[in-house]
């Protein structure tokens, strides 16, 4: 092998140690102290419940593309306005427009009784009169995979996977491929209509959780629909009989041309760098059956009021801090790609960035994906989010979130901020997902977090790494 002049060595030796050189980013001294006195008093500041208490009550469900997702876009550029960001404004977003209108469903034979279940975005209605048929069970998707289509033609799937909580909510993983990818598989092995297990893991609760299937408009799609945990198991319960269950479906729901919204966004502007910028940042939209409490205005007012906070300190950071409330997430990230095409050419500019949507649960941990040089000031960061509870697992990759993980797929530095997501998906997509989920002083740590790490970033000396392609493969979320 070839052997390095000793100096290389030395140097590749300390960089593998993590030892900061001259060329490493760093946090200045004095930007951790504001750090932590930020931190200090975002546990004690209530604008981020009085935001997330604003927007479910005057505004409410904010399902894309319907009279509510005006009246938030209105709510968030007052919101910004009122709050004192020195810059607010719009960015266009196009997508397919889909529709609910009426619901139901209940099995027919061979023990009649009706359904509690809600029909998943972008599936299409039943006939006129409903859609009536025989059902046919998988435990899993892996089984509808490698089921015989024979079986299937004709017929109603049911896929009954079971999630069950966890502190990072992994589970969630598969029980959105059942709804996002379980109708699709249906469809092409010639269902007449589909039905799943609740990606939820409430399981006493009769309320089912809604959600995006993989349809596109012009797909050959068949209806689809979510059962409450509960009449899942009831209808487990009848299948088991081992005699032929029959469901009748009717669901007045579909697409409906398109519509244009748009990602609504605030900026603090930087003092000596107002062109470099730290992003933050939820998701505006919401899904119709709760008040989007959890998924995901507290992510919008967790980004609000950690900018609130350093606007109000005595001088603006050195770089902007840019919030973006993204439009219709819900159904296929349309506003955080829409966003990362807009700004792709300019992803060196983006010191750093992650925007917050699971929930209000505590931070618990933080990982990264930024160049070799700045781990360093990604341990100083780590350092003032210790107390707060957060831990810092350097081994991971971070990706930015649901909504700017798409600029991290442009090349944008990114972090992953880990929230306790135990009982997210109890209420998740349902109902249940109001107000009263919300602790305020787990709300507060989350600001207590975001505010932190944002005002760090916005004085490192030094960058974080972001440029075009810069972290593709690192295995981080999309």
Known sequence: MRRLPLTLLAASLLLAAGTASAADTAIPAT?????EQLHDRALDDGTAYAVLKSLTTEVGPRLAGSEAD???????????KALGFDKVYVEPVTYPKWVRRHESGAIVAPFPQPFVLTALGYSPGTPAGGLTAQVVGFDSLAALKAADPATIKGKIVYVGFRMQRHQDGHDYGMGSMVRV?????AAEKGAAGYLLRSAGTDAHQRIAHTGVTGFKPGDKAIPAAALSNPDADQLERALAYGKPVTVKLDLDCGFDGEYTGA???GEITGRKHPDQVVAIGGHLDSWDPGTGAIDDGAGVAISMAAAKLIHDLPQRPDRTIRVIAFANEEMGLWGARAYADRHAKYVSKFMLG????LGAGKVYRM???????ARPAMAQIADVLKPLGVAYDASRPGGGGSDLGSMHAKGMAALTLDQDATHYF??????????DKVDPQELAQNVAVYAAWSYMAAQADGDFGSAPSAFAGDGAED
């Open 31 to 35: 930007a951790v102290k504001t750090a």
């Open 70 to 80: 005006q009246r938030a876009r209105d709510w968030a550029v007052a919101k910004f």
């Open 181 to 185: 990818a379980g109708p699709v598989i």
């Open 263 to 265: 990602n609504v966004i």
């Open 354 to 357: 992650t925007d917050s949507d």
């Open 367 to 373: 990982s990264a994906s930024v160049a070799p040089y």
């Open 426 to 435: 109890d209420w998740h997509h349902t109902s249940n997902d109001t107000l």
